[in-house]
């Protein structure tokens, strides 16, 4: 059978819902936080060499940026043809063949596939303070910008890590030579740079918009991060929880001739963000409840961009509910389970690397405009399903 026809068959089957093989991704840095519901023998899967697996993500129709160890489709979802998983295939070849009736005529015409993904970031140490590159500045390397979102949901958190404290941006009275004078120091010794920057401590069911040019240090919570298609990065910081990262890590998404020139590593930064001093009233992100009965209670949880957005769902127990969206979108259940259109649906609880599960999805653009009906089995505990959107659902908040 050629893929196509598998594709359409698989498509089909599903009624224009597909089922996505999980996801795991290593780093090469860091701790791993173990809240991925992976089994504990397997954070390190890969090998050590390339670090333990740390990540988890969803939707992606990109490779991760790993280095010259990763696979070429390291990062990438691929569609499970069934429950069992006997066949799959890359959730981009699906959106290639598939097009406007997967994603829409919208997004189809305008980025000619899903142009966004979304992760579970699960690091047990503070990450170091780093920025997304810009469209511009990413283009100058043959890379997309990359503004992504953050939110901590209390189901995947039962410890917090070492560091539940998040640094955004520099201090409002920090100048730009300060932050040159320490990453001056970056190969001569630690340079403490989160010394100038603010931090916040991360609450539970909340998150944040972080726009491309800001630099941040992500603290030690699970993280669900929706975020634009790329991979890209500049970090200021060069020694954290002990680990020594070396200066290529600040000027690797730099053109050749750029990346021993100060004033370009600076001009990374979109500098006023850095220093806004009501950075929080503008990019906290509270949940927005956008629906509410007996039977499902819905809310924004990433929202204010122009680029993607992200609502929790949540069904009650015992209770069916028809829900639509006016977009396509994916999706993960993390608590409890049910259906979901054809599909069985369960939180996962521990997964084996390489093994299929039933907590993931991506629905149609028809399929989610009529809706899709889902049903929690659970006589006690409520179905949760985070819910991941391109720029165009129409309904997204797009201001706080």
């Known amino acids: 059978m050629t893929t196509e026809r598998l594709i359409r068959e698989t498509f089909t ?32 899967a890969l090998g050590t060499a390339r670090g333990a697996i740390k990540e988890r993500w969803f939707s992606s129709v990109i490779p991760a940026f790993n280095g010259e160890l990763a696979p070429d489709d390291e990062g990438m979802s691929y569609v499970a043809t069934s429950e069992k998983a006997e066949a799959k295939f890359l959730f981009k070849d699906a959106v290639d063949e598939l097009g406007a009736e997967l ?16 992760k579970f970031f699960d690091y047990d140490t503070p990450l170091f303070h780093h920025l997304h590159l810009s469209d511009d500045k990413a283009s100058l390397v043959g890379r997309l910008g990359k503004p992504e979102a953050y939110y901590f949901p209390p189901q995947l958190n039962n410890h917090l890590g070492t560091f539940p404290v998040t640094y955004f941006g520099y201090d409002p009275d920090v100048t730009i030579d300060q932050v040159r004078e320490r990453l001056l120091q970056y190969e001569s010794g630690d340079n403490r740079i989160t010394e100038l920057s603010r931090a916040y401590r991360i609450e539970l069911g909340t998150g944040w918009y972080t726009p491309p040019g800001v630099v941040h240090a992500p603290g030690s919570v699970l993280t669900y991060e929706p975020q634009w298609n790329s991979d890209v990065n500049s970090v200021h910081e060069n020694i ?12 690797e998404n730099c053109p050749a001739d750029k990346q021993r020139d100060m004033d370009y590593i600076l001009s990374l930064m979109d500098w006023e963000k850095n220093i806004d001093p009501h ?11 956008c629906h509410e ?11 204010g961009n122009d680029y993607f957005g992200a609502k929790e769902l949540t069904v009650l127990p015992g209770q069916t509910a028809v829900v639509q969206d006016a977009a396509a979108y994916g999706c993960i259940v993390i608590q409890g389970h049910g259906k979901f259109g054809v599909h ?17 999805l991506f629905v149609s653009e028809q399929v989610a405009k009529a809706g899709v009906a889902i ?10 399903i985070l819910k991941h959107f391109g720029p165009n659902h129409p309904d997204m908040p797009r201001s706080v």
Do not use: C
Request: charged letters at 30%.
């Open 13 to 44: 089957r599903g009624e224009g819902i597909l089922r996505l093989f999980p996801n795991f991704v290593p780093r090469r840095f860091a701790r791993p936080g173990r809240r991925l519901r992976l089994h504990p023998d397997d954070y390190y």
């Open 103 to 118: 994603i829409g005529s919208e997004l189809k015409e305008k980025y000619g596939t899903w142009p966004m993904y979304s």
């Open 240 to 251: 954290v929880a002990d680990e020594v990262y070396p200066y290529e890590f600040l000027s």
């Open 279 to 289: 950075y929080k009233k503008k990019y906290f992100r509270p949940p927005l409840t």
């Open 293 to 303: 009965d007996d039977r499902y209670v819905e809310k924004w949880i990433t929202y």
């Open 344 to 360: 069985h649906v369960e939180a996962a609880i521990m997964l084996r690397y390489g093994q299929m599960s039933a907590d993931e």
């Open 375 to 384: 049903t929690n089995q659970s006589l006690t505990e409520p179905l949760v």
